[in-house]
């Protein structure tokens, strides 16, 4: 082995060692400027957030890891779905209108504050809104309030439901006559 191989093998190790640098110094300036992109919706910001790690190499890489935005675009995009839904479900839960406590669709009396919340069916004794004067499953009128109010769990409106009842028997005469009669 003489001097000349030695300064060969040198200068191939050398060339081999730099390809290997420059290669790594691409991958990283390009998975720098990919992440960006995927993480922001400014165009100049994957270029800016590259030339840093293309300048500041390895410690520009470690800078803009603690740097760069927590989520990308689409899992932030993903979040906001989620969010949106719950939202979605707490409005749509149901509401005592007495005491705006939280109650389920089918129950028929709230258990915090005894607002009446629905009735019923006489006939075919599915539930029905307290505004209903016909029940929308059989047909049949609304039975009269009367005898039910003294059953019942105590009325938080009164005054309501009164006025409830005379719209109700008005209504049922106006069925009765051009509906059910004909
Ligand atoms: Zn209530
Ligand atoms: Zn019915």
């Given at each position: 082995?003489?001097?000349?191989?030695?300064s060969?093998?040198?200068?191939?190790?050398?060339v081999?060692?730099g390809?290997?640098?420059?290669?790594?110094w691409?991958?990283?300036?390009?998975?720098?400027?990919r992440?960006?992109?995927?993480?922001?919706?400014?165009k100049?910001a994957?270029?800016?957030?590259?030339?840093?790690?293309?300048?500041l190499?390895?410690?520009g890489?470690?800078i803009?890891?603690f740097?760069?935005?927590?989520?990308?675009l689409s899992?932030?995009?993903?979040?906001?779905?989620?969010?949106?839904?719950l939202?979605?479900?707490?409005?749509?839960?149901?509401?005592?209108?007495?005491c705006?406590?939280?109650?389920?669709?089918?129950w028929?009396?709230c258990?915090?504050?005894?607002?009446?919340l629905k009735r019923?069916?006489?006939?075919c004794?599915?539930?029905l809104?307290?505004?209903?004067?016909?029940?929308?499953?059989?047909?049949?009128?609304?039975?009269?309030?009367?005898?039910?109010?003294a059953?019942?769990?105590?009325?938080?409106?009164?005054?309501?439901?009164?006025?409830?009842e005379?719209?109700?028997?008005?209504?049922?005469e106006?069925i009765?006559?051009?509906?059910?009669?004909?």
């Open positions: 082995m003489n001097l000349n191989d030695v060969e093998l040198f200068t191939g190790l050398l081999y060692g390809m290997v640098t420059a290669a790594s691409l991958a990283m300036v390009i998975w720098t400027y992440d960006m992109r995927v993480r922001s919706r400014d100049v994957p270029l800016l957030v590259g030339f840093m790690v293309a300048v190499t390895i410690p890489l470690i803009y890891l740097l760069r935005p927590r989520e990308t899992e932030a995009y993903e979040r906001s779905l989620e969010e949106e839904a939202l979605q479900e707490i409005e749509d839960k149901p509401t005592c209108p007495g705006r406590q939280r109650i389920q669709h089918d028929q009396v258990p915090h504050c005894h607002t009446r019923p069916c006489a006939h004794g599915r539930l809104e307290l505004s209903w004067d016909l029940c929308p499953y059989c047909a049949s009128p609304v039975a009269g309030l009367t005898n039910e109010r059953n019942s769990a105590p009325m938080a409106r009164p005054a309501q439901n009164w006025k409830y005379t719209r109700r028997r008005s209504e049922i106006f009765d006559g051009d509906d059910i009669g004909a």
